[in-house]
């Protein structure tokens, strides 16, 4: 099925780092969302975007709606341990907003 | 609050069995969604039900099939099961079709 291009794949990080993600499409999306999985849990919604060139903040973490609408990004500032898990990138392409497609992750992993 | 409830959390089937998981979603919504977790493929979009009726979806073969009832509880079925089939199935519920999705910790299916 499509996806979403999700990068890096991977983060290994020393506690208090800053952390930059970023998601990108070849189509415009209308909305994008950026959730974190923990080991053994479903997916949690951490910030939502409507809106191209949207800037919006959820305590330490900071997400963008790209101005060309496809693509986005995902800052973390000073990670803590509880930052680890695995974050993806989501979006309804245009005309559905409910068949989400989704990035393979970008997985997180803080060393204290 | 409760969340989201699936049930079972971990099964094990073989080669053209079938199997059924259920769905309890967060009290008062009565939309759910239906995806499938692979490493290899992410989540993908498998259906969603709103008061009963199928509204979306995705890209699967027919052997993948879903209901929901009239207390907002769904249930998805896999016939025939193939190894590929092995995965994380994760379902979401919102109180609208346009509300934020929160998922359950997924039923873990593994195809010998």
């Known amino acids: 099925g499509q996806q979403l291009n999700q990068s890096p794949q991977s983060m290994f990080i020393q506690e208090g780092e800053d952390v930059s993600m970023n998601c990108t499409s070849s189509?415009?999306?209308?909305?994008w969302l950026w959730y974190k999985q923990e080991p053994g849990e479903g997916p949690v919604l951490l910030i939502a975007?409507?809106?191209a060139g949207e800037l919006t903040s959820n305590g330490r973490l900071t997400a963008q709606f790209g101005i060309t609408r496809k693509d986005s990004f995902l800052n973390i500032s000073a990670s803590i341990p509880s930052d680890v898990g695995i974050y993806f990138c989501?979006?309804?392409?245009?005309?559905?907003?409910?068949?989400?497609?989704w990035g393979l992750g970008t997985s997180l992993a803080v060393n204290p | 609050k409760a969340g989201v409830t699936q049930t079972p959390r971990y099964l094990i089937k073989t080669r053209g069995q079938q199997v059924t998981l259920s769905c309890s979603p967060i009290?008062?919504?009565?939309?759910v969604s239906w995806y499938q977790q692979t490493p290899g493929q992410g989540l993908q979009f498998l259906f969603e039900?709103?008061?009963?009726?199928?509204?979306n979806k995705g890209n699967f073969p027919g052997r993948f099939s879903g209901r929901q009832f009239s207390n907002s509880r769904s249930e998805m079925n896999v016939s025939t099961l193939e190894l590929g089939d092995s995965a994380l199935y994760l379902c979401?519920?919102?109180?609208?079709?346009?509300?934020?999705?929160?998922f359950g910790e997924g039923s873990r299916l593994t195809v010998l």
């Open positions: 979401a519920s919102s109180k609208t079709v346009t509300g934020e999705l929160f």
């Open positions: 009290s008062g919504h009565r939309s």
């Open positions: 039900y709103f008061s009963e009726t199928q509204r």
């Open positions: 189509s415009i999306f209308n909305t």
């Open positions: 975007l409507y809106k």
């Open positions: 989501a979006g309804p392409p245009a005309g559905n907003n409910r068949k989400l497609i």
